[in-house]
């Protein structure tokens, strides 16, 4: 079992930049690869990154390319999503996701934290 537990969600301001951070409760998640998703009030929850276990590749969804970077910190069992430029439809609670099979979608993930909400304001 691995319990992951997201910080960071605040409000700010459009053009500013948050850090969210994921962190787990087993040191198995340095054998996962990592995942950020995220909700918007009335939409489903879709893929923004993605890291593999040893950081060594990511993926990220077209609307947050050379905006978002994920990294991680296996050694103290901890994710990030750097966020700058933000924009106002970058709304919504934000979910942090690990798995052995996990990718781009949320079906490969078996561990997920409970959310940490970003608002972006205009």
């Known amino acids: 079992q691995v319990q992951l537990v997201e910080s960071g969600g605040e409000l700010v301001q459009a053009g500013g930049s948050l850090r969210l951070s994921c962190t787990a409760s087993?040191?198995?998640?340095?054998?996962?690869?990592m995942g950020w998703f995220r909700q918007a009030p009335g939409k489903e929850r879709e893929f923004v990154a993605a890291i593999s276990w040893s950081g060594g590749s990511t993926a990220y969804a077209n609307s947050v390319k050379g905006r978002f970077t994920i990294s991680r910190d296996n050694a103290k069992k901890t994710g990030y999503l750097q966020m700058n430029s933000l924009k106002p439809e970058d709304t919504a609670v934000y979910y942090c996701?690990?798995?052995?099979?996990?990718?781009?979608?949320?079906?490969?993930?078996?561990?997920w934290g409970q959310g940490t909400q970003v608002t972006v304001s205009s």
């Open positions: 087993s040191r198995t998640f340095s054998s996962y690869a």
């Open positions: 996701a690990a798995g052995l099979t996990g990718w781009a979608t949320a079906a490969g993930y078996g561990y």
